[in-house]
């Protein structure tokens, strides 16, 4: 989720269907094989569509066995699940969606891209591939949209392993406000997102999407910048959309949750990256003690909030222990 650390301070200133697969490259199918990392161009090679009635669902579709759905945080897309995907294929058929309004997925003119939309598009998408039951892995945003899928689908998931996210309490958290603020304005995309995807170093500064969400100070590359950020300022109508789903994350979406989370039986996971400057560092404990098989948290002391991308071996192993299954 984007805010700013600083913003704080002084930054922001400144700041139903049937699928329709396309091809999959060689040099797609290699990357993924664990032979070197997955880079964007053979990402882009593996992408999916999946007909819906919220729009044409762009995804990853990759491994063998029972299914897993990975949610990427705001303003990322599925590209943030790469490493995980490459880890865990051999153990899961990994499921890998933008959400609408996000990364490359179609919507059509009108269709709104709240957290419960999303939560009606994922149902419908797993049911368009073919996925009955998941697993659950969600960072940011779309943890908020797991929680709530969680609870309105509980015998669709068979695990759920939350990172850095909203939770009912610290929802939307605080420091997204002046993010909010410019989103209602329609001015977010242009004062951010676009100056981001023209100056690269600029997006990894220190009150850019790098700084604030991603310990390592050479990340994201170039190639994830444009992957990522790049649909969302193509053109006013994807700026709009991106606007909508900002403005989607307020009032707070998961009001009123605490309770139905209680009441939700499937085994869970948290991972808390403590170096996140967006939400609290509290919320994993939060979690832990609001869901009833949580089997415990694993906090990360250098971890800021988009730490899956970083780490994805702690994603698998942690994923592989949540689903008792072996490396």
Request: hydrophobic share 40%; net charge neutral.
């Amino acid at each position: 989720m984007l805010t700013a650390p600083f913003a704080r301070r002084h930054f922001l200133q400144s700041l139903a269907g049937a699928a329709l697969a396309l091809g999959t490259s060689g040099a797609g199918a290699a990357a993924l094989s664990g032979t070197g990392p997955l880079d964007a161009a053979a990402y882009r090679s593996l992408r999916r569509y999946a007909g819906t009635p919220f729009g044409h669902v762009a995804y990853m579709d990759q491994g063998n066995g029972p299914d897993a759905l990975f949610l990427h945080g705001f303003p990322l897309n599925s590209f943030q699940w790469r490493g995980a995907i490459d880890r865990l294929s051999a153990h899961r058929r990994c499921l890998a969606p933008d959400f609408l309004g996000l990364g490359y997925s179609r919507v059509p003119d009108g269709q709104a891209v709240t957290p419960l939309v999303q939560v009606r598009m994922l149902a419908a998408f797993l049911d368009g591939v073919g996925a009955n039951t998941v697993d659950i892995v969600a960072n940011d945003s779309g943890g908020a949209v797991a929680q709530l899928f969680v609870t309105q689908y509980p015998k669709r998931v068979r695990s759920l392993l939350l990172t850095n996210c909203d939770t009912e309490p610290d929802s939307p958290p605080p420091a997204l406000q002046p993010v909010l603020e410019m989103a209602r304005a329609g001015t977010f995309a242009d004062r951010w997102l676009a100056r981001w995807v023209a100056d690269k170093d600029l997006a990894r500064g220190p009150t850019g999407l790098g700084g604030q969400t991603f310990s390592d100070p050479t990340r994201p590359t170039d190639e994830a910048i444009d992957y990522y950020l790049g649909p969302l300022v193509s053109s006013p109508r994807r700026k709009d959309l991106v606007h909508a789903y900002t403005l989607g994350l307020d009032p707070n979406p998961l009001a009123g949750i605490e309770k139905e989370l209680r009441r939700v039986a499937v085994p869970a996971r948290i991972i808390w990256g403590m170096a996140d400057t967006i939400f609290d560092p509290a919320g994993g404990d939060y979690l832990a003690s609001v869901l009833p098989n949580c089997q415990g948290v694993r906090h990360l002391p250098q971890a800021k909030l988009f730490f899956p991308e970083e780490y994805p071996d702690v994603i698998a192993e942690e994923a592989r222990k949540l689903w008792g299954v072996t490396a």
